[in-house]
């Protein structure tokens, strides 16, 4: 394996860093004064104009759609490999992804429109998409189970004629708070008689579809996330043609976990890029600030968390390249450990290094005056997103039992024989 920048891959960074310390870093506070001034305006769920503002910029700049590899629709996606580190820079900044078109749900929705859907519904809502003329929710996640098995899902998707009616309630649907957000992708069951992974399907919902009702938003650690938003929605006696439903009758399992695999790892790469981040303002903080007669950074003790959160940033990034590479060379599902390794290890060493940088910025790093607290509660939520740390931990040892029964089966006893 050579993780080593590509010619293309270096010159891309070279174009990102150089975009985000001119368009990107200047505008932090920018961003969060916008959304308040909406929010006191009556509507925080408003766009920024700031965002509308430097997509054209990044599209100009050649910094667009760079996370859909193998599609003839958005020729400049690159590798999960090369795209890695240029998702890890778009991570340093929580909002910075949407710029590049490049953010959460929607690159996730875009590649199951590429991979399992049909040419029509691809232009119906891929091409908006990928032009970022539109936003999209994902809707798995339910309130009255627990979500992370998802065969417990009890959304009914019940065919009646030439359609589906979709009949039950979705929570923390992200994206959805969005007034651009224009599609659902809903999971639900259309035969709770089938095989325990045959029962789910998913079909595409217009947002505005009647008997769709967007019943709250639910804040994270007390932060909205306006203008994306993660929303509880009521679909009730909601009818869209059969030609909605993605693949087919029974293969909803099957397209979320061909979904949550490049989902998953990108958020992984933005945790690297937020936890670099957090390291950064934790050095600047520790050399500018005295106490005790030292500067932080003359503190052992804050020594000691800069050298371990190094340590635990590079092991995690290496990690998430193999997985990158692997999922490039031999399949998501050949990689399947290395992507619930990586979705284990990432969201928590992020959490620790931003703990470290917030207690070296004390009561500071606690307010909104550095991004360190909003950013910590994102990779908070990550533990959760696209499955909890602990059904990723029993897949992963599930699998490394079953090497070793492999292993054990495979030996043979050798004879026990005399000597002459």
């Known amino acids: 394996m050579n993780f080593d920048y590509s010619p293309k891959v270096q010159a891309y960074r070279e174009r990102l860093l150089a975009f985000f310390d001119q368009h990107i870093y200047p505008n932090e506070r920018r961003f969060h004064e916008e959304v308040e001034a909406n929010r006191r305006a009556g509507n925080a769920w408003v766009p920024t104009r700031l965002i509308e503002e430097l997509k054209p910029l990044a599209r100009e700049a050649g910094l667009w759609n760079l996370f859909l590899p193998q599609s003839a629709r958005a020729p400049e996606g690159l590798s999960n490999l090369e795209y890695a580190p240029l998702c890890e820079i778009m991570g340093r900044v929580t909002w910075a992804a949407e710029v590049f078109n490049c953010s959460a749900p929607d690159t ?85 008689e089938a095989g325990r992974h045959e029962q789910q399907s998913m079909v595409l919902v217009p947002a505005d579809t009647p008997g769709v009702t967007v019943k709250r938003h639910l804040p994270v650690f007390g932060y909205d996330d306006a203008p994306h938003g993660h929303m509880e929605i009521e679909l009730k006696d909601v009818r869209v043609p059969v030609s909605s439903i993605l693949l087919g009758e029974g293969r909803g399992f099957e397209i979320a976990q061909g979904r949550l695999g490049p989902g998953r790892i990108h958020h992984c790469m ?147 024989t005399r000597g002459a």
């Open 108 to 192: 996730g929705n875009m590649e199951t429109l590429e991979r399992y859907g049909t040419e029509a519904q691809k232009d119906r809502w891929l091409e908006p998409l990928l032009r970022g003329e539109m936003r999209s929710a994902f809707l798995m996640t339910e309130p009255e189970v627990a979500s992370s098995d998802a065969t417990n899902i009890q959304c009914r998707i019940e065919r009646q004629g030439d359609e589906y009616v979709i009949n039950g309630t979705k929570w923390w649907s992200s994206g959805a708070g969005d007034p651009r957000c224009a599609l659902y992708i809903v999971m639900g069951k259309t035969d709770p």
């Open 270 to 416: 933005r945790s690297i890029g937020a936890a670099e981040r957090a390291l950064e303002l934790m050095c600047q903080r520790a050399i500018a600030r005295v106490a005790f007669g030292k500067t932080l950074a003359q503190q052992t003790v804050t020594q000691e968390r800069i050298a371990e959160a190094r340590c635990l940033i590079e092991q995690a990034r290496l990690l998430t390249l193999k997985a990158a590479y692997m999922m490039d060379t031999v399949g998501n599902k050949v990689a399947k450990a290395e992507i619930a390794m990586i979705k284990i290890v990432a969201p928590n060493m992020a959490l620790k290094v931003i703990d470290w940088a917030i207690q070296v910025y004390g009561g500071m790093g606690v307010s909104d005056d550095t991004p360190l607290a909003m950013t910590w509660a994102h990779q908070r939520t990550l533990r959760f997103a696209d499955g909890p740390d602990e059904v990723h931990r029993n897949a992963l040892a599930k699998l490394e039992l079953a090497r070793h029964m492999k292993l054990s089966s495979e030996k043979v006893e050798m004879p026990v």
